[in-house]
């Protein structure tokens, strides 16, 4: 997510050579082994295709929607089309090195990412956007909303300062604390912070589960909590949030990382492959290209893994087995 997940690029690039060299161990995953092996079909629809599927490289990107995403793909791939899926567990600018180095072929989850779109599209043109994955990705500031109803102006940029001693925390310096997430993403809060003039520092909390239980224990026992998260988020079903309204985004305000002084744009997500992957003539191409689904699916999907303690395989056939009409379309050769 860029600039918005512009997110996720802290990666030095010692990192980025050695997490595509052991791209099956590299990144945080929430659930399933890194390499997945090849299934047979019980269906009998292996073989639908006269072009065999081969091997598909997918990038899976640390937060349990993506994962949703990499499950549900990955099992259909295997199970209708007979590919060997390979799960490469890296951040997002790692998975889009591996475009170049032939080590992914396809990222289902794309926040964005112009500075990457214009190095590995444009300028290299050794990956191409694949077309909407129907969800759609917010981002932004949040409080549980048991706070909201306590204090109706807390939502407001302009009175967070107000608040800020009900955020102070042993790690915010005297500060009221803004809480995010893995710290592989990289955000726009320590500038938003800095330019609104909040009296606030931004600590990093490790993972998407830190931010989740953080939120759960700011619930039940009525903390204070000020929090950067995003949608779509399987959480939210159950863990009631408002969200801090900044200045409103317009089109170019966070061109500039350093000067940005608005709220997140929502985002229309994306898939993106490697052109080498678009141009094999695999049955998974038109697959990809075919996969779309909706927050609510993803919500659904994630759920399963996160809450349930599904294994990725058992979680998306559950899903699979619910919505046959949905995921046939996406078999779909034209």
């Given at each position: 997510?860029?600039?918005?997940?512009?997110?996720?690029?802290?990666?030095?690039?010692?990192?980025?050579?050695?997490a595509?060299?052991?791209?099956?161990?590299g990144?945080?995953?929430v659930?399933?082994?890194?390499?997945?092996?090849?299934?047979?079909?019980?269906?009998?629809?292996?073989?639908?295709?006269?072009?065999?599927?081969?091997?598909?490289?997918?990038?899976?990107?640390?937060?349990?929607?993506?994962?949703?995403?990499?499950?549900?793909?990955?099992?259909?791939?295997?199970?209708?089309?007979?590919c060997?899926?390979?799960?490469?567990n890296?951040?997002?600018?790692?998975?889009?090195?591996?475009?170049?180095?032939?080590?992914?072929?396809?990222?289902?989850?794309?926040?964005?990412?112009?500075?990457?779109?214009?190095?590995?599209?444009?300028?290299?043109?050794?990956?191409?956007?694949?077309?909407?994955?129907?969800?759609?990705?917010?981002?932004?500031?949040?409080?549980?909303?048991?706070?909201?109803?306590?204090?109706?102006?807390?939502?407001?940029?302009?009175?967070?300062?107000?608040?800020?001693?009900?955020?102070?925390?042993?790690?915010?310096?005297?500060?009221?604390?803004?809480?995010d997430?893995?710290?592989?993403?990289?955000?726009?809060?320590?500038?938003?912070?800095?330019?609104?003039?909040?009296?606030?520092?931004?600590?990093?909390?490790?993972?998407?589960?830190?931010?989740?239980?953080?939120?759960?224990?700011?619930?039940?026992?009525?903390?204070?909590?000020?929090?950067?998260?995003?949608?779509?988020?399987?959480?939210?079903?159950?863990?009631?949030?408002?969200?801090?309204?900044?200045?409103?985004?317009?089109?170019?305000?966070?061109?500039?990382?350093?000067?940005?002084?608005?709220?997140?744009?929502?985002?229309?997500?994306?898939?993106?492959?490697?052109?080498?992957?678009?141009?094999?003539?695999?049955?998974?191409?038109?697959?990809?290209?075919?996969?779309?689904?909706?927050n609510?699916?993803?919500?659904?999907?994630?759920?399963?893994?996160?809450?349930?303690?599904?294994?990725?395989?058992?979680?998306?056939?559950?899903?699979?087995?619910?919505?046959?009409?949905?995921?046939?379309?996406?078999?779909?050769?034209?």
């Amino acid at each position: 997510m860029t600039n918005i997940r512009n997110r996720r690029a802290r990666v030095m690039a010692l990192f980025v050579v050695s997490a595509l060299a052991v791209a099956a161990c590299g990144g945080a995953k929430v659930g399933a082994s890194s390499s997945t092996p090849p299934t047979t079909s019980t269906g009998g629809s292996v073989g639908a295709s006269k072009t065999p599927c081969g091997t598909v490289n997918l990038a899976v990107n640390p937060w349990v929607g993506y994962e949703a995403d990499a499950a549900v793909v990955g099992y259909l791939l295997k199970t209708k089309l007979g590919c060997t899926v390979v799960d490469k567990n890296l951040t997002e600018q790692v998975s889009w090195q591996g475009f170049a180095s032939g080590q992914v072929d396809v990222v289902l989850e794309n926040w964005g990412h112009p500075e990457l779109v214009k190095t590995y599209i444009t300028e290299q043109k050794v990956a191409e956007d694949f077309g909407q994955t129907g969800n759609k990705g917010i981002i932004g500031w949040y409080v549980p909303q048991w706070m909201a109803d306590q204090y109706p102006d807390i939502t407001q940029y302009q009175n967070l300062n107000k608040y800020a001693s009900l955020f102070k925390t042993p790690e915010s310096g005297g500060k009221g604390q803004l809480l995010d997430g893995d710290p592989s993403y990289v955000t726009n809060d320590t500038a938003l912070v800095a330019n609104l003039k909040l009296d606030y520092k931004v600590v990093v909390g490790g993972s998407e589960a830190t931010l989740i239980k953080s939120l759960e224990t700011a619930t039940t026992q009525k903390k204070p909590l000020l929090f950067y998260f995003y949608e779509p988020q399987w959480a939210l079903a159950n863990l009631k949030v408002a969200r801090i309204s900044l200045p409103p985004y317009t089109t170019g305000c966070d061109a500039n990382p350093k000067t940005v002084a608005c709220d997140y744009p929502p985002y229309d997500l994306n898939k993106v492959v490697s052109v080498k992957f678009a141009n094999s003539g695999s049955p998974a191409v038109q697959f990809i290209k075919n996969f779309n689904w909706t927050n609510d699916d993803q919500n659904q999907v994630a759920e399963y893994i996160a809450n349930e303690g599904m294994k990725d395989d058992a979680a998306a056939q559950k899903w699979v087995d619910a919505n046959p009409t949905k995921w046939a379309a996406w078999l779909a050769t034209s």
